[in-house]
């Protein structure tokens, strides 16, 4: 777990620490900034009036809390030339990086366990590349 973190502790995971917050990454700082991030990082692609975007935003620290260190949020409403350049029409988008560098779209049930059970995999294959 990374310094930002702070011990957050809910009613499924008492023993588990949950990240603070999702950080907010603006246009011109998206791929510099996690050029530079070290473990894993997910990236929620979302707009404010997703429900769907809201439900995975709660679930994911929850889900991932001992396996991705860093988790950010791209509004795409707000970040548009970030979403054309990565071709995102669907939302929510959640992309996987590792030690700066794209590895994966994560896709599967918004469960915690088929989470777990998709970044497992996904974290073990090798990177694919970036859209």
Request: proline share 5%; net charge negative; charged share 20%.
């Amino acid at each position: 777990m990374s310094a930002s973190q702070e011990e957050n502790r809910d009613s499924t995971s008492p023993d588990r620490l949950i990240p603070a917050a999702f950080s907010r990454l603006a246009e011109g700082e998206f791929h510099a900034h996690l050029a530079a991030v070290s473990g894993v990082a997910v990236v929620l692609f979302s707009v404010p009036h997703c429900g769907a975007c809201r439900a995975w935003k709660q679930l994911l620290p929850q889900a991932l809390a001992d396996m991705a260190d860093t988790f950010y949020e791209v509004d795409v409403s707000e970040v548009t030339g970030v979403a054309r350049s990565f071709g995102i029409f669907h939302l929510p988008t959640l992309y996987l990086y590792r030690d700066g560098q794209f590895h994966a779209e994560l896709q599967c049930e918004a469960q915690r366990e088929a989470i777990r059970q998709a970044v497992l995999g996904l974290l073990a294959a090798p990177a694919q590349d970036e859209p």
